[in-house]
């Protein structure tokens, strides 16, 4: 049974009680449950009513949970049952599905080179991008080029490491010499390349490189990492709780703006 909350009119369906409260400019009660129609005399005795009953009008796509609000569903289904409605689709982890809600499937191309204009979804990709000479317009930027205008912006190093008579990282190039007979040999961590340019890749990466930045969370975490992207991944992940996803892009942002120091408040 449907009740009217203008002239308490009882009707045998909701479609009669709307057709109605339409023709009549009527409205429902004023505290009626979101489910079952029941009316109550306050806010609080309605509410009450639908957390003992889960009567909230928004319910959960993977169980039969209810909520007050569209936010609050969502969170639920994210947190507990790794699903992302808008997507249909389920995660093995939270991990796996903070990664999908972070992608640019549903964050966008926000973050923008400086030079190229070109866009990245991720503080990452957009680090990533700089470090490893990709940019067409400064294609002679590299990972210790990042790092200095990393540590201008950073001058309580927050992120960057205090390298006290940092000169730049060593250069190091294989030879045909590196062949042992089966493949080519990194010398540092022996592992083996088909190709001496595929070793000489490996070398110019920051694998073997010294560790320019930490994790801001030096107390409880105080992971250190060689390259900026490698930071702003461990950041953007959460995992060890420091900060947000969204602050690490508007950190990122400050980094390659003009006159703004290092901050992820």
């Not at 947190?79 to 796996?96: L, P, T, V």
């Not at 022996?190 to 340019?197: G, S």
């Not at 073997?208 to 801001?216: D, G, I, R, S």
Request: hydrophobic share 30%.
């Amino acid at each position: 049974m449907a009740t009217c909350g203008t002239c308490w009119r009882v009707f045998a369906s909701i479609r009669a009680r709307e057709q109605h409260m339409d023709a009549l400019d009527h409205s429902i009660p004023e505290h009626e449950c979101d489910r079952c129609l029941k009316y109550f005399s306050s806010r609080s005795a309605v509410v009450n009513h639908m957390n003992a009953k889960n009567h909230w009008y928004w319910e959960c796509a993977c169980c039969d949970e209810t909520w007050p609000t569209e936010t609050q569903r969502k969170e639920h289904e994210i947190e507990y049952h790794y699903f992302c409605a808008e997507c249909d689709r389920q995660f093995g982890d939270y991990n796996s599905i903070k990664m999908h809600l972070n992608s640019r499937i549903h964050r966008g191309l926000n973050m923008q080179c400086p030079f190229c204009k070109k866009h990245y979804a991720t503080a990452t990709g957009l680090s990533h991008h700089l470090e490893t000479g990709s940019c067409p317009t400064v294609p002679f930027l590299n990972r210790d080029d990042v790092y200095k205008i990393v540590r201008m912006k950073d001058p309580s190093n927050l992120i960057s490491k205090k390298l006290l008579g940092w000169n730049g990282s060593p250069k190091y190039e294989a030879t045909s010499e590196a062949w042992n007979g089966q493949a080519y040999e990194c010398y540092f961590c022996h592992r083996q390349f088909n190709k001496l340019v595929s070793l000489n890749q490996h070398l110019s990466s920051p694998t073997h490189q010294q560790n320019l930045y930490h994790c801001p969370q030096r107390r409880d975490c105080g992971r250190e990492f060689s390259s900026l992207a490698a930071l702003m991944n461990h950041l953007e992940s959460e995992s060890c709780g420091y900060t947000k996803f969204e602050d690490v892009q508007r950190s990122a942002k400050n980094i390659i703006s003009s006159g703004r120091h290092m901050s992820f408040d």
